[in-house]
Nanobody, 124 residues
């Protein structure tokens, strides 16, 4: 199995910054896409940013120029640097990692895992 552990959420004033981290562990053979999603109360989960393996980055229009996604493949970790935070960024943030893992009897199978979620609150 693959486990994702998130950290870095919290309460910040408008205009402030936070950095989220998400570390993957388990029987991982390879990692392809890594990304961050968020879900605000009463709203659907939405993509914030993603980094497909070796293929650049994608951002939601609402966070372009303020958020930066990065990954450390050796540490199997994805980061989300969030600057110039706004109250509308308040949500639970989830990391998502997709790739291949080593299953029973050494077979290679795909996985798509989610973190437990971390609360980000932007308020004065």
């Amino acid at each position: 199995q693959v486990q994702l552990v998130e950290s870095g959420g919290g309460l910040v004033q408008p205009g402030g910054s936070l950095r989220l981290s998400c570390a993957a562990s388990g029987n991982i053979f390879s990692i392809n896409a890594m990304g961050w999603y968020r879900q605000a109360p009463g709203k659907q989960r939405e993509l914030v940013a993603s980094t497909p393996s070796g293929a650049g980055t994608n951002y939601a229009d609402s966070v372009k120029g303020r958020f930066t996604i990065s990954r450390d493949n050796a540490k199997r970790t994805v980061y989300l640097q969030m600057n110039s935070l706004k109250p509308e960024d308040t949500a639970v943030y989830y990391c998502n990692v997709a790739g291949r893992r080593i299953g029973n009897f050494g077979t290679i199978i795909g996985f798509n895992s989610w973190g437990q979620g971390t609360q980000v609150t932007v308020s004065s």
